[in-house]
């Protein structure tokens, strides 16, 4: 099994920063494609941003210029560094990975999701 952990949602202010991690754990062989997505109410779940296994970044059009991933494959953590959020960013924000595990399958794993509060 394997668990993706993600931490650091909270409530900020419009135009503030704050830093999401996601750890995965567990029965891991290798760690392929990492992503963040998010969901506010009422809407879908949209990806927000992407890190593949080889090092390249994809984002919405909504967060570029603003949001960061980045990722640890030592920790086995992806990282999403948002600054000068608005109203419009809150959401829950959930992570995802490809993982293979030690029995040689490949799945989709997602965390529990933590929420992001922009409001003044």
């Known amino acids: 099994q394997v668990q993706l952990v993600e931490s650091g949602g909270g409530l900020v202010q419009p135009g503030g920063s704050l830093t999401l991690s996601c750890t995965a754990s567990?029965?891991?062989?290798?760690?392929?494609?990492m992503g963040w997505f998010r969901q506010a109410p009422g809407k879908q779940r949209e990806l927000v941003a992407a890190?593949?296994?080889?090092?390249?970044?994809n984002y919405a059009d909504s967060v570029k210029g603003r949001f960061t991933i980045s990722r640890d494959n030592a920790k086995n953590t992806v990282y999403l560094q948002m600054g000068s959020l608005n109203p419009e960013d809150t959401a829950v924000y959930y992570c995802?990975?490809?993982?293979?595990?030690?029995?040689?399958?490949?799945?989709?794993?997602w965390g529990q999701g933590t929420q992001v509060t922009v409001s003044s």
């Open positions: 995802n990975a490809e993982v293979a595990d030690t029995q040689g399958f490949e799945h989709d794993y």
């Open positions: 567990g029965s891991i062989l290798r760690i392929y494609d």
């Open positions: 890190i593949l296994s080889g090092g390249t970044v």
